[in-house]
């Protein structure tokens, strides 16, 4: 057999009507066709684009996930101390509190801001002795 047929027309259009004419039948058929220069220079910058487009959604998505990352990081901790708080039912804190001296019971009391006494112990020697200032204090001062 030949190994070209139709080349003598230059239109596709003649080839494929010349073959159609004089063939015996039509029939569909799986073949490795190669591929024509033009083609395989537009794979080419094809695949060039799409590396490229790879390397960025990769950065993007390292991006993202260090992103993620640090989100979860900040709520898992805020996570483990809101728990311990649960747990322990209270929290330690430092803030200015108010100390009074009962030189009668000789112990030292401290208040918060909410007059709450938060901690107690017995007076020192040096805090129970008596001074005209103690003793002219009603409370009522500023």
């Known amino acids: ?65 260090k992103e993620f990352n640090d989100q979860i990081k900040q709520l898992e901790d805020s996570n483990d101390e809101v728990t311990a708080k649960l747990k322990e039912r209270s929290e330690y804190v430092t803030e200015p509190c108010f100390k009074f001296v009962d030189e009668d019971t000789r112990e030292v009391g401290y208040y918060n801001d909410e007059g709450v006494l938060v901690y107690s112990r017995p007076a020192r020697p040096d805090e129970c002795q008596r001074n005209i200032f103690k003793a002219l204090r009603t409370g009522t001062e500023g």
Request: aromatic content about 4%.
């Open 1 to 65: 057999m030949e190994k070209v047929l139709g080349q003598e027309y230059g239109r596709a259009a003649d080839r494929v009507a010349f073959l159609r004419d004089n063939c015996d039948a039509v029939e569909d058929l799986g073949y490795v066709k190669q591929l024509k220069t033009e083609e395989i220079e537009e794979l080419k910058d094809r695949l060039v684009e799409n590396n490229i487009q790879l390397r960025d959604v990769r950065a993007d998505k390292k991006a993202a996930n």
